[in-house]
């Protein structure tokens, strides 16, 4: 055989035990199959005796240590003979049990041996029965997964905790291993990452603090106190934490003293891996164990996790990013941030939509500060109020909340109906499209990029709805929260500066609308400012350039400049407005404009070091218009 002789060969005893095997007491176990396979061996004169035991081992899992081992001495032609208990022994999966029995050792001249089951490879009429075995076999595994999935969705039902070990923070109790208690120093960690997340720290911050200061990781920790699942493992640094096991930490519910079932599933029993389940199929049970986390902390997380942070060239991400929202088309405002003109530090915020371009929408431009200013303001009006007179302060919320979700409830009921409309349009055109298609109206190239344009539109809208509708849900449930709210500012005592942690844990949202042009190149700004728990109290507004008091009387012109001809000219002018092509302004100063005067529009705006226009801004006149094609420029004159 393959150059080798009968006896030099390999004699194969394999014994496989799973925990369901166990269950059926000693004559399945290790010690029992070892003692039927070598008798069987000893007696019928098989020689060079090999033990590949997989003890603990499902027979659907064929990745099993010691028959991967066997299954390589088979493809080296080292084995001649195999012979186990009986076929279940090799697996409960009659398809790869047939290719190994029917295909590989056959090929490789492998002779097969079931004791109880009577078959003998090298007895062909032993073997007619054997395909039956296999799906018996297969059919007995699938039963006893049924079984043992009903025992399991039972007792996740009941409320009762379906996991192995319990989280992080967590131990199980000794005296009913159903019940969790508080591991109080692994608990204290829990405590500060989710601090350290309202503090405006990442994951991978925070992972990178608890390791410089020689933090235990979870795996690590559990396993020194005999519990998870990786008792037994090697740890090259016990102190080494990774930014997604800050972020799976933070995104346990169970921290809030919840049970939560059936967040994963399996296709088939014959699965190894389990998938993630829709949060609509999960089983919630509350006030379970004692929570680590309150609700209110564990939901702030959760809405700071959403938006991603990224440091730039002035450091540490702005804290306001993820708050601020556009008043029109509801996106996220961008921050701009970076040395701006003249070496001066800028930081902005702008409408997403507007610099993606990906909505007809304005800048809604607002300068960071200016919003700090706002909320910190309001704030302090709030806090000083609420602690002076606590129980208007909770009728004032319950009457002003009530009001205002009536009016997002029906603003939300007239989006949802606008989005249902569009969604079963785009199903129309797709349907028209493939009849045009079919048709040979339009062709495949352009069929595929239409269909994908509508698709994508659709699978936005039903993201959309289902946001809607979740709002609305949200409308239904919830109720002023005004005690929270004064919890929270008993919390703080100081409200001098505004911290990133009170920025987080009282701003639920910030909705900017757009400027409106004031005189003197002034603007006002409403700014809506929604806190936690009770929502917005009072729409804020604001001069977001300059307040009235704040407009300069003049800006700087050196005495001998050239252009002081032409403010000479405009105070004679005695109209509301006046024109001028840039050909008269020449004449009046008696020279040529430079070239930025016919390229950019800015340069007839007052600014730092701009003396035409500065000059315009002191004879008491405002730029209403800039025609640079035509070269002409239209002036307001506005009057002290």
């Not at 702005?318 to 961008?334: I, Q, R, S």
């Not at 070091?609 to 218009?625: G, L």
């Amino acid at each position: 055989m393959f150059g080798q002789s009968k006896t030099a060969l390999i004699t194969a005893l394999y014994c496989r035990l799973s925990r369901d095997d166990e269950l059926q007491g000693d004559s399945n176990s290790i010690i029992n199959q070892k003692k039927i396979l070598s008798t069987y061996a000893k007696q019928n004169g098989f020689l060079n005796i090999q033990y590949f035991v997989d003890d603990g081992f499902s027979g659907t899992n064929f990745q099993r240590p010691d028959f991967q081992r066997m299954i390589a001495e088979v493809e080296q032609n080292h084995v001649g003979t195999i012979i186990v208990k009986d076929m279940s022994r090799i697996g409960r999966n009659y398809l790869k049990v047939g290719f190994y029995t029917e295909v590989m050792f056959r090929e490789r001249n492998v002779r097969f041996i079931a004791v109880n089951n009577g078959i003998d490879s090298d007895k062909q009429g032993d073997n007619d029965f054997t395909p039956f075995l296999n799906i018996m076999n297969e059919w007995y595994a699938r039963d006893t997964s049924r079984k043992v999935a009903a025992v399991y969705r039972a007792k996740g039902l009941e409320g009762k905790h379906t996991s192995s070990h319990p989280v992080y923070g967590y131990l199980k109790d000794p005296d009913n291993k159903y019940q969790w208690i508080v591991d109080e120093e692994a608990a204290n960690v829990v405590r500060r990452i989710f601090q350290m997340t309202i503090d405006g720290k990442g994951p991978y911050q925070i992972a990178g603090i608890l390791q410089s200061e020689k933090v235990l990781c979870p795996s690590y920790y559990l396993a020194q106190k005999g519990v998870g699942n990786n008792k037994n493992k090697v740890f090259a640094d016990p102190y080494r934490w990774w930014g997604n096991t800050v972020e799976y930490i933070l995104s346990r519910m169970e921290y809030m003293g919840c049970t939560v079932n059936f967040k994963t599933y399996k296709k088939s029993y014959k699965d190894k891996n389990r998938r993630p389940a829709p949060k609509d199929k999960w089983s919630i049970f509350e006030h379970t164990h004692e929570p680590i986390i309150d609700e209110e902390t564990w939901h702030t997380a959760q809405r700071l996790r959403k938006t991603v942070r990224r440091p730039d060239s002035l450091g540490t991400p702005n804290p306001l990013t993820g708050l601020l929202f556009c008043a029109d088309c509801g996106a996220k405002m961008y921050n701009e941030r970076g040395k701006g003109a003249h070496g001066l530090p800028r930081n902005n915020y702008i409408c997403s939509n507007y610099r993606k371009h990906t909505a007809d929408c304005t800048m809604h431009y607002i300068r960071a500060d200016v919003v700090e200013k706002l909320i910190l303001d309001a704030l302090k009006k709030i806090s000083r109020f609420a602690k002076e007179n606590r129980d208007e302060f909770v009728h004032r919320m319950m009457e002003s909340s009530s009001i205002q979700q009536d009016k997002e409830a029906k603003a939300c009921r007239k989006q949802l109906e606008k989005s249902k409309k569009r969604a079963a349009e785009l199903d129309t055109l797709i349907r028209r499209i493939y009849e045009d298609n079919v048709g040979g109206k339009i062709t495949d190239k352009r069929f595929e990029k239409l269909s994908g344009e509508y698709e994508q539109e659709q699978s936005d809208l039903e993201k959309s709805i289902a946001e809607i509708r979740a709002r609305l849900d949200c409308f239904d449930k919830q109720s002023v929260k005004a005690d929270k709210f004064l919890a929270l500012i008993d919390k703080y005592t100081d409200f001098t500066e505004l911290t990133t942690p009170m920025l987080n844990e009282f701003v639920e949202k910030v909705v900017v609308h757009q400027r409106k042009k004031g005189p003197r190149y002034t603007f006002s700004q409403q700014v809506d400012i929604y806190f936690n728990f009770i929502g917005m109290v009072k729409p804020s507004e604001t001069k977001s350039e300059c307040t009235k008091d704040k407009i300069p009387a003049e800006h700087y012109v050196a005495k001998s400049t050239s252009f002081a001809a032409l403010g000479q000219y405009l105070q004679k002018q005695k109209g509301p407005s006046i024109s001028l092509t840039f050909a008269e302004v020449e004449k009046i100063i008696g020279k040529k404009l430079c070239k930025s005067a016919y390229k950019y529009a800015a340069y007839w705006y007052p600014a730092f070091n701009r003396p035409m226009s500065n000059v315009i801004y002191n004879a008491r006149f405002d730029i209403s218009s800039i025609d640079l094609k035509r070269c002409t420029l239209s002036l307001r004159n506005c009057p002290i």
